[in-house]
């Protein structure tokens, strides 16, 4: 509706609104950076006021930037509007695509009302100084890692945007930038893909990439040779910091110390640092509070193991650059298999691919499954022999089938639903979610191998046993309420 009619407002309502932005920008920058203003908000515009609903309605160019601009400025904004507009009123944020251009009526030059001056070129730094600081400090890299070969899904949407952002602008957007997670999740890779993407847009700029074990042994090195001097010069040319697995500085308090001093340095002088870690700065507690509390200046952002679909999408990535070709079933096998982090996903596709060659036909599910489980992956088809979890009082088999079967029939009562509709084929939204429940349970109180419980439903295929399962495990880590809706299953 609203969207139907901008075209048709007068060009007095237009100078209205137009007011309203700009009376809204001045005040949100007060209270936030004008730079990363302009990052985020500068396509942006009113584009209405619904006076019925209370909603100032703000226009975003794209949904990249409608995801930054939600999690950044709906409060400075609302705050705004209540503050210079009306107090009984909210900003509602909306995608329209017909601001991408830049010229659209309603946009306002921000550059220009926030008095942005262009930004200061560093000077060309000469290729020789980047081989002196190539070979003295011996930068690894890994061409391969860039934002186009990351595959990118909902739960490291504010990591991987937040990167693209920081290579568009180093120094300007986030700094520092603080990505944690468990190992094996892309961490290195994203940080890499801002040093390509940085080094490939910006030639000028010297980024400097260091595990942190290579840091500390520097730091050693030049106090044992007491050439600390020299290696604060060196970092004096570099534009961006990135060091990858801080969490190894714990208990070294001198490179603490010295990181400390160089990080007030490059923040001082908005140079860029990125760090990554297998926590969170707060959990970091080995490291100096200090330390943890400078960490957390900027933006801090998690990656998460992917869900299945992302599992799916990478291995089809990495199938398509080493020109590979698996069948769609073998793909999802391995991806429901495989739920640890990606690094072992990638290892599992590589074992399966060798495999593939020796064997010169194609594989089934059987030699899937038996190469994931020379890594460890089993598929867990064999007897059990106690219950995973429970009474540590050895229960009779006929006397577990009782409680299983009991249990079955609470989770289907509880849904409105009789246990012959878990067992049935049908899939409605409700019978699925019941009967993943009572799955769940199979597999983690009963310690039923996957076997016995697609023959418990009536199912013809253990692959769809593990993504039920999956799936539902999956939505429970995320969703208190479930958790205890199952914990009141289990306690009966
Ligand atoms: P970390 O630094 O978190 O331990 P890495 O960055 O070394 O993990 O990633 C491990 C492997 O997984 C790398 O080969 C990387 O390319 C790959 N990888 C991780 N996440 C993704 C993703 N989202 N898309 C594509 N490849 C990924
Ligand atoms: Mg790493």
């Not at 504010?158 to 602008?169: Q, T, V, W």
Request: aromatic share 10%; proline share 3%.
């Amino acid at each position: 509706m609203l969207l139907n009619i901008i075209n048709e407002y007068s060009s007095d309502t237009q100078d209205a609104l137009r007011n309203l932005w700009k009376a809204l920008l001045v005040n949100v920058a007060t209270v936030e950076d004008p730079k990363k203003i302009l990052s985020f908000l500068n396509k942006c515009a009113v584009i209405g006021i619904d006076e019925k609903e209370k909603i100032v309605w703000l226009g975003i160019p794209n949904d990249f930037v409608y995801q930054q601009v939600k999690k950044f400025f709906t409060k400075p904004l609302t705050k705004s509007v209540q503050e210079i507009f009306n107090p009984t009123y909210k900003v509602e944020i909306i995608t329209y695509t017909d601001l991408q251009q830049g010229n659209h009526p309603l946009q306002i030059d921000l550059k220009q009302l926030l008095k942005i001056e262009e930004k200061i070129v560093s000077p060309l730094l000469d290729e020789s100084t980047k081989t002196k600081l190539t070979s003295y400090f011996g930068i690894l890299f890994e061409p391969a890692y860039t934002f186009d070969n990351f595959v990118m899904w909902a739960n490291s949407e504010l990591a991987h945007s937040a990167a693209m952002a920081i290579s568009k602008d180093p120094g300007n957007v986030y700094n520092p930038f603080f990505i944690y997670g468990n190992v094996g999740l892309g961490k290195t890779h994203l940080m890499q893909a801002i040093w390509n993407s940085i080094i490939s847009n910006n030639p000028d700029k010297v980024v400097l990439y260091l595990p942190t074990t290579r840091f500390i042994d520097q730091v050693i090195k030049a106090i044992r040779f007491n050439k600390l001097g020299e290696l604060m010069q060196k970092l004096d040319d570099v534009d961006v910091l990135m060091l990858d697995d801080v969490q190894f500085l714990a208990g070294k308090d001198k490179t603490q110390e010295i990181f400390h001093n160089i990080f007030n340095d490059f923040y001082a002088k908005h140079k860029q640092i990125v760090v990554t870690s297998d926590q969170a700065p707060k959990d970091l507690t080995l490291l100096e509070s200090r330390l943890q509390s400078r960490f957390a200046l900027g933006l801090v952002a998690d990656i998460k193991m992917p869900d299945h679909e992302t599992r799916v999408a990478i291995l089809q990535t990495k199938l398509k650059k080493k020109w590979e070709q698996l069948d769609k079933e073998l793909v999802d096998l391995i991806a429901q298999t495989v739920d640890t982090n990606v690094r072992e996903l990638e290892g599992a596709l590589n074992i399966v691919i060798t495999r593939k060659h020796l064997r010169q036909q194609e594989l089934t599910e059987n030699d899937i499954l038996e190469s994931l489980a020379t890594l460890g992956f089993t598929n867990d088809t064999e007897e059990p022999t106690t219950p995973s979890s429970g009474s540590s009082k050895p229960v009779s088999n006929a006397s577990q089938n009782q409680q299983f079967t009991s249990l079955v029939g609470r989770i289907a009562t509880y849904y409105g639903l009789t246990v012959d509709d878990l067992k049935s084929q049908k899939r409605t939204q409700d019978v699925s979610y019941a009967r993943q429940i009572a799955m769940y349970f199979a597999k983690q109180q009963f310690g039923r191998t996957l076997e016995r419980i697609w023959q418990y439903f009536g199912w013809k295929n253990h692959a769809s046993v593990i993504y039920s399962i999956k799936t539902f495990e999956e939505r429970m880590s995320e969703d208190d309420a479930m958790k205890k809706t199952l914990k009141q299953f289990a306690d009966k």
